[in-house]
């Protein structure tokens, strides 16, 4: 839960080991682990970056999605990505 948790504040987080007393923090429900929460600054490539450890398989999430991206360099924050297996 906590890398997704990350992700989702990750604007707000320099250090995903240490969050603070009255911090507030976006939690994303609904998000199962095959699937990824879009934040700001977040890219296909850089999501397979993270999942994959290959930003070159960007092109796996892109093909699992194409019913609600319509151009591969274009999501926006709070779209719900499916992850395809690796």
Same mark, same amino acid.
């Given at each position: +839960?906590?890398?997704?948790?990350? %992700?989702?504040?990750?604007?707000? &987080? =320099?250090?995903?080991? +240490?969050?603070?007393?009255? *911090?507030?923090?976006?939690?994303? /429900?609904?998000?199962?682990?095959? =699937?990824?929460?879009?934040? %700001?600054?977040? /890219?296909?490539?850089? &999501?397979?970056? =993270?999942?994959?450890?290959?930003?070159?398989?960007?092109?796996?999430?892109?093909?699992?999605?194409? *019913? *609600?991206?319509?151009?591969?360099?274009? &999501?926006?924050?709070?779209?719900?990505?499916? &992850?395809?297996?690796?």
């Amino acid at each position: +839960m906590w890398p997704r948790l990350y %992700r989702a504040n990750k604007d707000h &987080i =320099q250090d995903p080991d +240490m969050i603070y007393p009255d *911090q507030t923090l976006a939690v994303p /429900f609904g998000v199962a682990e095959n =699937q990824h929460l879009v934040t %700001r600054g977040d /890219f296909l490539f850089k &999501i397979a970056a =993270q999942v994959y450890n290959d930003a070159g398989k960007w092109h796996k999430i892109y093909e699992a999605n194409k *019913q *609600q991206i319509v151009e591969p360099h274009l &999501i926006f924050p709070a779209q719900v990505l499916e &992850i395809p297996s690796n």
